[in-house]
């Protein structure tokens, strides 16, 4: 393949008659090529290395269809909860968030395993958040939960996320050097 610059400075080193002619063709000839390889790979995050990785299920796009049924299970939720309360949207609306979480974090954990995008900070982040609210529901279900106690249990938080983010970073770094070494 060819680019631009290429064909220029060809086309200058030359310095005869058809130079110009060789110019333009090789321009064409980039312009082409660049053209059908965005059509063919849409964007291109300059932050990702490699190919994105398949899912074991391939044909069938399953994450994304878990996100699009929970998106719509989602907004439908919210407009049964203006309508009848929690009782009658609550369901759906939870069921609507989880599917939408699981297949965005589906793609996010092989994504990140396979080297291709760090999503240390969400995959970090998440069981952090569903550890304090089970432990927050659970404790307000049974007794009143002091201020202080959340306080505290803040600082737990960062430490459970300080060393999940360790972990989580060494392993994408590992699988980033794995790619790399193989272009």
Same mark, same amino acid.
């Given at each position: 393949?060819?680019? %631009?610059?290429? &064909?220029?400075? *060809?086309?200058?080193?030359? =310095? ?9 063709? +090789? @321009? ?43 998106a ?19 369901? %759906?609306?939870? &069921?609507?968030? *989880?599917?939408?979480?699981? =297949? ?9 395993? +396979? @080297? ?15 550890f ?14 002091p ?9 737990v ?20 050097a794995?790619? %790399?070494?193989?272009?």
């Amino acid at each position: 393949m060819v680019t %631009v610059a290429e &064909a220029t400075h *060809a086309g200058d080193q030359r =310095g005869d008659a058809k130079a110009g002619q060789g110019k333009k063709a +090789a @321009g064409g000839r980039a312009r082409r090529s660049r053209t059908r390889t965005r059509s063919h790979g849409g964007f291109r995050d300059p932050l990702s290395v490699g190919e994105r990785p398949q899912a074991p299920w391939h044909p069938w796009p399953l994450s994304e269809m878990l996100i699009l049924i929970g998106a719509v299970g989602t907004v439908v939720g919210m407009a049964r909860l203006g309508h009848g309360g929690i009782s009658n949207g609550g369901p %759906v609306l939870f &069921a609507g968030l *989880a599917a939408v979480v699981l =297949g965005t974090l589906e793609i996010t954990w092989r994504e990140h395993n +396979a @080297g291709y995008r760090s999503h240390t900070l969400i995959l970090a982040l998440l069981p952090v958040v569903v550890f304090h609210s089970v432990l927050a529901l659970v404790l307000a279900a049974f007794t009143t939960v002091p201020r202080l106690f959340n306080v505290g249990l803040l600082f737990v938080d960062a430490a459970i996320f300080a060393l999940l983010f360790k972990v989580l970073r060494a392993r994408f770094l590992d699988a980033r050097a794995r790619v %790399v070494s193989r272009l």
